[in-house]
């Protein structure tokens, strides 16, 4: 039997699948801080808002996320959206920081972040980029989102 693929409704760069939010976040109830990664898909769907399954680990100063697919969401309401996955790390440092992303063992991105006082993106790839990073929520949103 064949699989049925998720209806699409919108992709903004057939080239770029991904997009990944860098930034802060403080958990006043469980006072708890740290970094934020937020990936979601460039396609948005139209029935159901996916969950994106990606896998991380953590050397010393090498962020590996590796992407995997989508999952089948827990809600029974639809609602278009993207595929989204939230990643929060309590115990990075500052300092400048390499992170790999594989998407599903075919192709892999290196980026360098400097996660200091302001977040930047130092390096990306310059071709084959599957996934964009930023470090602004107005860069990573659809129109619509938060």
């Known amino acids: 039997m064949a699989k049925n ?5 919108h992709r903004a760069d057939s080239s ?8 802060r976040f403080t958990d006043e109830l469980s006072k708890r801080s740290g970094i934020v990664f937020l990936f979601r898909t460039s396609e948005q769907f139209q029935n159901f ?3 994106l399954v990606v896998e991380s680990n953590r050397i010393d100063e090498k962020i ?13 309401f ?7 996955c939230r990643f929060e790390m309590e115990d990075l440092k500052q300092g ?8 599903r063992g075919k192709q892999v991105n290196q980026f360098k972040v ?14 084959d980029k599957f996934i964009d990073i ?13």
């Open 78 to 84: 639809p609602r278009p959206g993207p595929a989204l």
């Open 5 to 9: 693929k998720p209806p699409k409704l």
């Open 64 to 76: 590996f996320f590796n992407i995997l697919g989508l999952k089948t969401p827990m809600s029974d």
């Open 96 to 103: 400048d920081y390499t992170i790999l992303i594989d998407r």
């Open 134 to 146: 930023v470090t602004d929520r107005s860069e990573w949103a659809f129109q619509g989102d938060y």
């Open 49 to 51: 808002v996916y969950e």
């Open 114 to 127: 400097s996660l200091r006082k302001n977040l930047k993106i130092v390096r990306s790839p310059k071709q």
């Open 16 to 23: 770029v699948e991904f997009k990944l939010l860098i930034e």
